[in-house]
């Protein structure tokens, strides 16, 4: 079919998923002819489709060479094909492949990270098949909701952060989390309260964050909003307190968060206790923490706790050992691990996580400690220095990885093992590629699977220092 520049209209296409995206949507290509007469390549991202599945599309716009599409009929079905049990599913950006039985996801990531560490000339045999969850639902201990423009609370649109799919229930979360959060969703719509509108920086409610430890019951409630919870509001939240501590005692901490600012974060320049404390305990692998607002951690607590038991394993801690704790956040590997060496040092940017990484060391009787608010780098040569070389260092940077020049700092340092906790595999092998140099061996990568449905995958993988080669 020949098109002129003025006649741009939709078009049918039945095509094949050759593979998946990193976002885990299934490209596809198909030809056209163009106004030339010339045959021009479209690549077609297209949501919800699994590789080899035969769909039929229509595309807005064709003349594009990339466009994204939505499968309007699967003409041949991938065999582990299933019927999402979300009500939200097709629209709600939380994930994106509740449509791929488990052990097809499972699959997936497996091979992700094979194919990664083996484009940095890796064996790829070393990784283990993906540990996944026995049920893989309802494990999020966190989620953080948005309040559309009419006051209605739910989750945002894939690939649309303007757009809020308003939430009747979400199956990743904790039950009684979607509860607390229906409950705040209705007293907004009873008191006719606006949401936030980031364009015109105007309306009352931003987000809710809700937490819930699985292990001690605590929940967290934290409402950000652009006012203070006074004046004209105060009988509207006086009423939301008492619906909350009488349905809901399990709540030990519900904050109010005031953030004024244009910036669509949840981050709050005053805060307020409208019940309660303003954290909540939780236990991770036999140790407490305080958990604020704005602490960092683990959200799938059952999976960490395997992540945190492989590290171990792998690790081989000893009392006669030191250790460098790298990325440590509010230290949830440090601790266990502090337990097992003699001393250990924790390396982390943010001052409020360290300061968290403090206190859960003294709350655990740990006083073998030494934490260090820094970056990785700066903080590498300062621990080095006044630490001297650890014989065990763990790592487990942002997605982003560690870099280069951490990595090469780390193979100076020389540590017998490393242990690094990856969440993106793409970056762990470039980075662990920077140690081959300095004579470390990638001896095993385990991945755990710790976001079903979603296209993310952890990694526990353990590097070790030939003792032959030339340092
Ligand atoms: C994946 S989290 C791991 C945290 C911790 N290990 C845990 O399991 O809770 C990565 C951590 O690295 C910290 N971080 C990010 N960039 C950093 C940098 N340049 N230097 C030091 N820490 C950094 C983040 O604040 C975050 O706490």
């Known amino acids: 079919m020949t098109i002129t520049k003025d006649e741009v209209f939709d078009e049918v296409f039945v095509t094949e998923v050759h593979r998946l995206d990193a976002k885990g949507s299934g490209q596809a290509v198909v030809w056209r002819e163009n106004e030339l007469g010339n045959q021009r390549k479209i690549k077609l991202t297209i949501p919800q489709t699994l590789p080899g599945e035969t769909v039929r599309v229509t595309v807005d716009k064709p003349e594009r060479r990339r ?3 939505i499968a309007e009929e699967i003409v041949v079905a991938h065999p582990q094909r299933t019927v999402s049990p979300c009500p939200h599913f097709e629209l709600c950006g939380g994930c994106v492949w509740q449509h791929w039985q488990y052990a097809g996801q499972l699959n997936q990531k497996t091979e992700h990270v094979r194919e990664a560490i083996a484009s940095q000339g890796f064996d790829a045999s070393l990784v283990k098949d993906t540990i996944g969850m026995d049920e893989p639902w ?24 303007r757009k809020i799919i308003s939430l009747e229930t979400c199956l990743i979360a904790g039950k009684e989390m979607v509860e607390a959060a229906l409950t705040i969703a209705q007293w907004a719509k009873e008191f006719q309260l ?37 004046g004209k509001l105060a009988e509207a939240v006086q009423s939301l307190v008492e619906r909350i501590t009488t349905n809901f005692p399990q709540v030990t901490s519900f904050m109010w968060l005031e953030n004024t600012l244009w910036a669509d974060r949840t981050q709050a320049e005053e805060s307020y206790v409208l019940a309660g404390r303003d954290f909540i305990y939780d236990e991770l692998f036999g140790y407490r923490y305080r958990l604020w607002f704005d602490t960092f951690f683990q959200t799938n607590p059952n999976q960490a706790a395997k992540l945190i038991e492989l590290a171990l394993e792998m690790g081989q801690p000893k009392k006669s050992e030191k250790m460098i704790d790298l990325f440590c956040g509010v230290g949830t590997f440090s601790l266990p691990f502090a337990d097992r060496v003699g001393k250990l040092a924790g390396i982390e940017i943010v001052e409020t996580s360290i300061e968290s990484a403090k206190r859960n060391a003294l709350d655990n009787g740990l006083d073998n400690t030494y934490f260090l608010a820094a970056d990785a780098r700066r903080g590498i040569d300062q621990v080095l220095e006044s630490f001297g070389n650890p014989e065990l260092l763990m790592l487990d940077p942002p997605r982003s990885g560690a870099g280069g020049k951490v990595m090469r700092r780390i193979g100076r340092a020389k540590p017998e093992r490393i242990v690094y906790v990856s969440c993106n595999p793409d970056t762990f092998a470039t980075d662990i590629a920077e140690l081959e140099p300095f004579g470390y061996t990638l001896e095993t990568v385990q991945p755990v699977d710790l976001f079903p449905h979603t296209v993310h995958v952890e990694c526990v993988a353990l590097l070790t220092l030939n003792k032959n080669v030339e340092q």
């Open 138 to 161: 309802r494990y999020r201990n966190k989620m953080e909701f948005t309040f559309a423009q009419d006051g209605s609370l739910g989750l945002h649109e894939q690939g649309n952060f």
């Open 67 to 69: 466009r994204k599409a």
């Open 194 to 230: 606006t949401g936030y509108n980031k364009d015109a920086h105007e309306g009352l409610l931003r987000h809710l964050m809700v937490r819930q430890s699985f292990a001690t019951g605590e929940m967290m409630l934290a409402l950000f909003a652009t006012e203070a919870p006074t």
